[in-house]
């Protein structure tokens, strides 16, 4: 089968309109946005979902990524209030919320959030000295984000978070940092020591405090059960002695037997350790009557 020139002319038309149409539909995917230009002028912004473009007339001037992005900057020379200069890096999240404003808002706009942040980081720190900064992170991270957010408004940027990535104080400032913090951990140390040592020596004397009431409580009480004994057994000797009194009584004694046991008596005083002993006259009479007594025995 032959084909005309004039077939072949409309089959090559057909092919080149269905790829001149294959070309110019677009699909959007998730998290992404164009901006369409007619005739080199804003037309639309395409969301997601199948689009077709108009050929030769409208084109797409800037696929743009609505996802929330990070930019990390390079390290900054910042001087604090109290001339110290120091090296701050600085990490941005930003999202694109308008695509157009982001399109034509601003020329490079990310050479503009940079310039921006470093300049706000700048203005921040010379309000600050260094221990401020130091130990002032979140003030300054909130500060450069609430300045950043509104300084991109016009740009259809959205500065989510910053944060300070590093503070790198110069060599000499660390060094000294670094010193003192060595020094404070030494003042630490020696303090937590002595106070181990006024505890321990508390502790030592408390129980030595105790130890010695205890002996002295002890003592007493030795003291006591030894005057009750003591007590006890002259209650019992004089209860003994009572009731020996009391059955001589019952037993209604002679003056011979009386004079024997003031003998015995005596005799039992005499052993004792006096060195000197008064001998009454009834114990001198009886003790005569008992020489006698042995004599008159020893002749019979």
């Not at 120091?86 to 990490?91: A, C, G, L, N, S």
């Not at 940079?114 to 980081?121: D, F």
Request: glycine letters at 4%.
């Amino acid at each position: 089968m032959e084909f005309t020139p004039g077939v072949v002319a409309g089959i090559i038309a057909i092919l080149v309109i269905v790829v001149i149409i294959i070309r110019n539909i677009r699909i959007v995917q998730q998290a992404r946005a164009y901006v369409i230009e007619r005739l080199g002028a804003y037309k639309t912004t395409w969301n997601v979902g199948l689009h077709f473009k108009v050929p030769f007339i409208e084109k797409v001037a800037k696929v743009v990524s609505l996802k929330e992005q990070v930019a990390d900057f390079p390290p900054q020379p910042v001087i604090t209030k109290d001339n110290v200069t120091m090296q701050i890096d600085t990490v941005v999240y930003f999202q694109i919320t308008d695509p157009k404003l982001y399109t034509y808002g601003i020329e490079q706009p990310m050479v503009a959030i940079e310039n921006l942040a470093a300049t706000t980081l700048r203005n921040i720190i010379g309000d600050l000295e260094l221990d401020q900064c130091l130990t002032s992170r979140d003030i300054i991270n909130t500060k450069m984000r609430s300045i950043l957010d509104e300084a991109t408004d016009p740009w259809g940027i959205k500065v989510n978070r910053v944060e300070l990535k590093n503070i790198l104080p110069p060599k000499e400032i660390q060094n000294a940092m670094e010193k003192q913090m060595k020094a404070e951990r030494e003042r630490r140390e020696a303090i937590l020591r002595a106070e181990g040592e006024k505890r321990a020596a508390i502790l030592e004397a408390e129980g030595e405090k105790e130890s010695a009431i205890l002996r002295a409580d002890a003592k007493k009480q030795q003291q006591i059960l030894e005057a009750e004994g003591e007590a006890e057994a002259i209650l019992k000797v004089q209860q003994a002695t009572a009731e020996g009194i009391r059955l001589i009584n019952q037993s209604a004694p002679t003056e011979a037997v009386l004079r024997i046991k003031a003998l015995e008596a005596f005799t039992a005083a005499s052993q004792g350790q006096a060195t000197k002993i008064i001998i009454p006259s009834e114990i001198q009479g009886l003790a005569g009557l008992a020489t006698g007594i042995i004599e008159a025995s020893k002749e019979k």
